[in-house]
C-alpha cells in the first residue's frame, strides 16, 4: 500500500497526518467527557451524526463515574432522557428497578435517593460502553490549548499534543467551561451580590443554620436533628488562633484572616472541592490508607479543637461527625463530606483558570488534605477510640479506581466558571417566582452551596458561603434554552451544559449530575437541528427542538408550572 494511498484512506476518515498530530473532522465535536459529554455524544450519534467525545483525562463519566456514588437526583419523575435511561441500566446491573414515576421519599435530609447507590466502576462500564455502542469516537488524554473562529463560529479546536478536531457544531461539557472560555465567550467567576438580579442568596452568605453556636441537640438514628441538620454539619465558636486567644500568633491551617465582607455583596470564590470518595470495610478488598508525604498532624489542630467541642456538648461520636457515608453494594460505602470533612475552602478557588499542570498540583492538595485527616482520625489520640476504630475498618478498593491505587480520578469541581448568556437563570427560576422560556429540561434539586471560604468573624472560625436549604416548596423548574447557548455577538455554534448562564445561587440547584446529562442531551438535539437547518445555535426553531426532544423522552414541564 502506498503512502499517497494510505493518506487518502485516513483523509476519508476524517483524518490527516501532520508532525504525528491527528485531524479530525466530525459533525458534532463534544469537549468533556462527563456524564454530559456521554449524555450529549450518544444523542448526536442517535441521530446519525458523526461525533467526536474529547476528554482531557483518561475515564468516562466525570464525577457519576468518579466516586460521587450516592447521586443527588432530586425528583426522579423531573428525570428524562438519556439521563433517565442511564440510571436505569446502571442499577439493573444490580437486579434493581427504579420508580420513575414516584417522587422522592426523604428521611429529613436531601433528596439522595438510596436506589441510586452504585459503585463508580460500574457507572463507568454504563458509560462506555453507551459510547461504543452508539459508535462515539472517545479521544482520551485531549487537553484543550486552543480554539480556531471563523468570525463568531468555532472552526477548528487544537489539543495540546497538536490533534485538531474540526465540527460544525461544538457543545462544552466540561466542568470548568474550558472551551467556552477559549472561544471567548462571556462568563464570571464572582458571586454576583443580591443586588445584580434582586435575589437573596447570592454573594457573601451567613445563614444561621450554619453559624457557630455552643450547643447542639443530640441526633436520632438517621445522624440528624429534627430539622433534617446532620451531625456532620456542626459549627461551634472554635478559635482561631495558633495560641488560643491570641490573634498575634497567627491563624491555624485551613483558616482564613481575609475581610469578612457585608452579607448580599458580591465576591470572587467558587464552592469548595473535595473527593467523594469510595471505601470498603472488606478486607480481601481493600488498600490501607497511606497518610499524605509529610503528614503533620498539627494541620489538623482545627478539628482537634473541634472535637473538644463536640465533647463538651455531650456528643457520642461516630465517623458520621466527619463524613456523612452511605451504604454502596459490595461492602463499599459513599464518604460525602461534613464541617471538618473532605472539602479544602479556598483551595479550589484558583482551578477554574489554572493550567492543567496547575490543576493537578490543586488534585494532589485536595489528596494529601483528605488522606491526612483520615489518618488523623484513625490515629490521633485526641480522636475518641469509637472514631478511632471505626476509621481504621475502612480503606480503598482494589477495584475501583486501579490506576490511581483506589483513590478517585475525579476531584469534584462543583463550581466553575458561569457562562453569561442572554438569559442567565436566577432564583426566581429555581423558587418558581419566574418561568424561564424553553424548556430544555427540568432542575429539582436544593439550593445546596458548600462553603467557600473558612474565616475569622467575631473572633471565631466561621463557614462563608454554606448554604443547604429547599426551594420553599416550589415544584421542578425549566431550564432555559438560551441559558446553554452563548449571546449571538460571541458564538454561533456552541453549546455550553453544565458551566451554563446562570446565578450563583441558582446554579447550587442547577449543578447536580443527571440535570449536567439532560442539558446535555438537549443541547446534542439542538446542534443536530442547528446542522440540518444551517442556522446559528440562537436561531433554532425551538417548536422543532421540543418535538424531538418529547420524541426522546425528555421531561420538560411540570404540572401547574406555565
Known amino acids: 500500500m502506498s503512502a499517497r494511498f494510505l493518506a487518502a484512506m485516513l483523509v476519508a476518515l476524517g483524518f490527516s497526518c501532520a508532525a504525528g498530530a491527528a485531524v479530525v473532522e466530525t459533525d458534532v465535536a463534544v469537549f468533556g467527557g462527563t456524564s454530559g459529554g456521554v449524555a450529549a455524544a450518544v444523542q448526536a450519534a442517535r441521530m446519525g451524526r458523526s461525533v467526536v467525545l474529547a476528554e482531557p483525562g483518561r475515564h468516562l463519566g466525570g464525577m457519576t463515574g468518579g466516586g460521587l456514588s450516592a447521586v443527588d437526583i432530586g425528583d426522579p419523575r423531573s428525570v428524562g432522557g438519556i439521563a433517565r435511561e442511564y440510571f436505569t441500566r446502571l442499577v439493573a446491573a444490580y437486579g434493581k428497578k427504579l420508580e420513575w414515576d414516584k417522587p422522592f421519599k426523604s428521611d429529613g435530609g436531601p433528596a439522595t435517593g438510596g436506589a441510586y447507590a452504585i459503585e463508580p466502576h460500574v457507572a463507568e462500564k454504563v458509560f462506555d460502553d453507551m459510547a461504543r455502542e452508539a459508535g462515539v469516537r472517545v479521544m482520551f488524554s485531549a487537553r484543550l490549548a486552543g480554539v480556531g473562529k471563523d468570525g463568531v463560529r468555532i472552526s477548528e479546536i487544537t489539543m495540546e499534543n497538536g490533534d485538531v478536531i474540526r465540527a460544525k457544531m461544538f457543545i462544552d461539557t466540561t466542568y470548568e467551561g474550558d472551551l467556552m472560555a477559549k472561544a471567548g465567550v462571556s462568563f464570571t467567576l464572582m458571586r454576583e451580590g443580591n443586588a445584580k438580579y434582586g435575589e437573596s442568596l447570592n454573594g457573601i452568605q451567613y445563614s444561621g443554620r450554619f453559624q457557630p453556636r455552643s450547643e447542639f441537640a443530640q441526633p436520632g438514628a438517621n445522624g440528624r436533628l429534627k430539622d433534617g441538620l446532620g451531625v456532620w454539619d456542626r459549627d461551634f465558636p472554635l478559635d482561631p488562633y495558633v495560641k488560643i486567644g491570641c490573634p498575634e500568633s497567627g491563624v491555624l491551617p485551613l483558616v482564613e484572616l481575609d475581610d469578612v465582607g457585608r452579607p448580599g455583596d458580591p465576591a470572587p470564590g467558587v464552592q469548595a472541592y473535595c473527593y467523594r470518595l469510595c471505601l470498603t470495610t472488606n478486607t480481601a478488598n481493600m488498600i490501607p490508607i497511606a497518610p499524605p508525604p509529610g503528614y503533620d498532624p498539627q494541620r489538623y489542630e482545627l478539628v482537634a479543637r473541634f472535637i473538644e467541642a463536640c465533647r463538651q456538648n455531650g456528643d457520642d461520636m461516630d465517623l458520621r461527625w466527619f463524613s456523612k457515608h452511605d451504604p454502596l453494594p459490595n461492602d463499599k460505602w459513599d464518604f460525602n463530606t461534613a464541617t471538618f470533612g473532605g472539602n479544602l475552602p479556598g483551595a479550589s478557588h484558583a482551578w477554574p483558570g489554572a493550567t492543567y499542570a496547575q490543576r493537578e498540583k490543586i488534585a494532589r492538595d ?197
Not at 446542534?527 to 444551517?534: E, K, L, P, Y
Open 366 to 562: 485536595h489528596e494529601h488534605y483528605h488522606r491526612g485527616l483520615l489518618h488523623f482520625l484513625a490515629t490521633d489520640k485526641r480522636v475518641p477510640e469509637k472514631v478511632r476504630t471505626e476509621m481504621r475498618r475502612f480503606g480503598l478498593p482494589k477495584d475501583e479506581f486501579p490506576d490511581a491505587g483506589g483513590w478517585p480520578h475525579q476531584l469534584y469541581v462543583r463550581e466553575a466558571r458561569r457562562m453569561t448568556g442572554a438569559l442567565v437563570m436566577t432564583e426566581h427560576h429555581t423558587f418558581g417566582r419566574q418561568i424561564a422560556p424553553k424548556s430544555v429540561g427540568l432542575g429539582s434539586y436544593g439550593t445546596d452551596v458548600h462553603e467557600i471560604r473558612r474565616i475569622v468573624k467575631d473572633g471565631v472560625v466561621t463557614r462563608e458561603g454554606k448554604l443547604a436549604g429547599s426551594r420553599d416548596g416550589a415544584p421542578p423548574y425549566p431550564i432555559g434554552y438560551d441559558a446553554i447557548v452563548p449571546k449571538r455577538a460571541e458564538c454561533g455554534n456552541l453549546f455550553v451544559t453544565f458551566a451554563l448562564s446562570a446565578s450563583h445561587t441558582a446554579f447550587a440547584s442547577i449543578r447536580m449530575e443527571p440535570v449536567l446529562m439532560i442539558t446535555s442531551q438537549s443541547a446534542a438535539v439542538a446542534a443536530c437541528i442547528a446542522i440540518d437547518q444551517g442556522a446559528a445555535v440562537q436561531d433554532v426553531e425551538y417548536e422543532e427542538l421540543r418535538a424531538r426532544l418529547v420524541r426522546d423522552g425528555q421531561v420538560l414541564d411540570w404540572p401547574g408550572v406555565r
